[in-house]
């Protein structure tokens, strides 16, 4: 079975404008980019299982930005000058990105230096300029049942001249809350950061610890793992699929997905005692088996879905109307989601044949059988198919996991004693592959721990993608991202 | 599309009008919810939701009370787009610092009388974020909370409860 593996390949100073190089050249794609102490962090990825990571001590409180040619690292060092007042040389957008200066801290993950206080300073928008153009502000409360951030639109009638969105308006001070954590809390938090994506997480969370301390989940963990994390993609892109119809005021398969939703949160919540299967995975294994009785449950879920979700995808297939509003709305092209390294259905449906369950295969994945749709047209369609797609898979990979879930223990035997080290996991979670980096201190205890939604490196795209279409296909584009705000913001 | 109209209407609907087991609690609070939005609201009750920081897992199940199994309208009660159409405002998460002025404003823009329901545990006092510095607190800590629904997050039946609740002080209040 394969195991997370410890952090690998840490490379210093000297090679950080190289991996740079590689960077805006298109030869690797970034993973993450973070601040530790007085050190930049830097992880990329050129589609081996292996990831890179790079390290800058940042002697004199900056390091030299990667952002200045490879835009996804723009917001990264923007977070990064805000978290831990490391600030990124020759950066093309010295704003905040967190710090809406209404903290009574700065640098909370640097020196932590009481904020100057004051009113907060005015937000510049990038500018679009010329004879009839209008803004309209949105946000940070939205019309929806739907979290917080700002977006500022330039129009020029109904057309979208240049959309730019403001976030970190749900910043809780996650990573901060992590520093000192010991497993279970940080595990506690690891659910939390996106509640849609609680699974994805904690399995994220759970891996890069276990690297780091040496510790191995026994297979029926990993299995039931796997399990959840395809529950937990099930329910969400049902939910999408409906949601981005019902954007379309196509309500009608909005109400269909919606049940099955709701069936399947029901099956979650039997056979794990949690709807969103929050507080289920820790480092080591699970905390909930699966009995008879809840593995049947599961069973006539899989089966419900496998009767019912045909008929939905006929009804999206052939309804011309809506297809009128998907079909070319909100173009990505293969070469942008390639350069953002744009993970999950959002990438796939672009052409970018990436799936972290694959190509950084981890248990119970390596064991199993399943595809990874993709499409090439990037738009709202498109996206709509990739997850109707998954679905399918998804239905797939839960049944053969009900058919072959591994006897034993669900709990690594010993807590390991407490051991710095440094350990990572990338998962695929329903939106794309999240990154959680941890290093450990001597007690075991987390010293800094740097979770990545896939988010970040699909929220700039959807203002790339948004231009030239009309301010009433936003709603639209923007379902279909569905990119996280909790996740992000951190 | 004509299939799924026509099997729509000869299989009934999924709303669990008369569920078994689990489910009679539901029930029971449906047929409670819908006398006192009869009595104190003329069958209507406008709720404006605003996450001031949560996670989004509230809003997933504040989503799910539209879905066909809870079908919160049936009572009258719905989500309204803005706070000037709101009697209630329902709060997840806790309050973030980033957040707060918004949630201020929000709170100012909803005519009075006006109901704050608080949802979830972060709600309540911060839940797993208490302690953060871009934490302010609760909900409490910036507007006046009328009801607390516990959970993280709630479930929506749990949802439905506390609205109920909130009508059932309502009631007592003007009596």
Known sequence: MTTAKPTQNMVWGEAWGEATHRLASGEAWLVGLWADGGEARLALSTGRPEL???????????????GATHAPAIRLERAIADLNGLKARGAPDPRPWFDHGRWPVSHPLGDGAPASGGEPARYAFLAAEGGGLHQIPVGPVHAGIIEPGHFRFHANGETIVRLEARLGYVHKGIERLMTGADRTRGAQLASRVSGDS??????????????????????????????????????????????????????????????????????????????????CIVPGGVLVDLDRDR????????????????????????????????????????????????GGVIGRASGRDFDARRDHVYSPYDELRFDTPVWREGDVNARVWVRIREVEESVRLIGQILDRLPVGPIHAEH????????????????RGDVFVHVRLDEDGKIARCHL????WFQWPLLEAVIEGNIVADFPLCNKSFNCSYSGHDL | MRRTLIDG??????????????????????????????????????????????????????HALGNAYYDLERFGLRFVASPRHADVLLVSGP????????????????????????????????????????????????????????????????LLKALLALLNGRQRQSA
């Open chain 1, 295 to 342: 593995r049947a449950g599961l069973r006539e879920l899989t089966t419900t879905i496998r009767d019912k979700f045909p008929r939905l995808v006929e009804l999206y297939d052939n309804t011309a109307s809506l297809q009128d509003r998907t079909v070319g709305t909100g173009r990505l092209d293969l070469e942008l989601a390639r350069r953002f390294g744009c």
């Open chain 1, 52 to 66: 890179e990571f790079f390290r800058y001590a940042a002697v004199d409180g900056s390091f030299p930005s990667v």
């Open chain 1, 415 to 430: 807590e390991p004693a407490g051991r710095a080290g440094e350990g990572w996991a990338l998962v695929e979670g329903f």
């Open chain 2, 95 to 158: 309050v973030t610092r980033n957040m707060r002025e918004a949630l201020e404003r929000t709170y100012a823009a909803t005519p009075a009388p006006k109901w704050v329901v608080a949802c979830g545990a972060c709600a309540k006092d911060g839940g797993a974020f208490a302690g953060s510095y871009a934490i302010v607190g609760g909900v409490g800590e910036v507007v006046p909370v009328d009801l607390y629904v516990p959970g993280c997050p709630p479930r929506p039946a749990m």
């Open chain 2, 9 to 62: 209407l000869l299989n009934g609907p999924l709303t669990e009008a008369a569920p078994a087991a689990d489910d009679a609690e539901l029930a029971a609070l449906a047929a409670e919810v819908e006398r006192a939005a009869a009595a104190s609201l003329g069958r209507s009750l406008s709720i404006r939701h605003v996450d001031a920081g949560s996670c989004n897992g509230c809003e997933l199940e504040i």
């Open chain 1, 452 to 455: 990545r939604d896939p988010s």
């Open chain 1, 198 to 279: 609680a699974v994805a997480y904690q399995i994220a969370f759970a891996r890069a610890v276990e690297a780091a301390s040496g510790v191995v989940a026994p297979p029926r963990a990993a299995w039931l793992r796997g399990l959840m994390a395809e529950i937990e993609r099930v329910a969400n892109h049902l939910g999408d699929i409906g949601g981005i119809c019902n954007d379309a005021s196509f309500s009608l398969m909005h109400a269909h997905t919606g049940a099955l939703r709701e069936l399947t949160l029901r099956a979650a919540g039997h056979a794990f005692g949690h709807r969103l299967m929050m507080d």
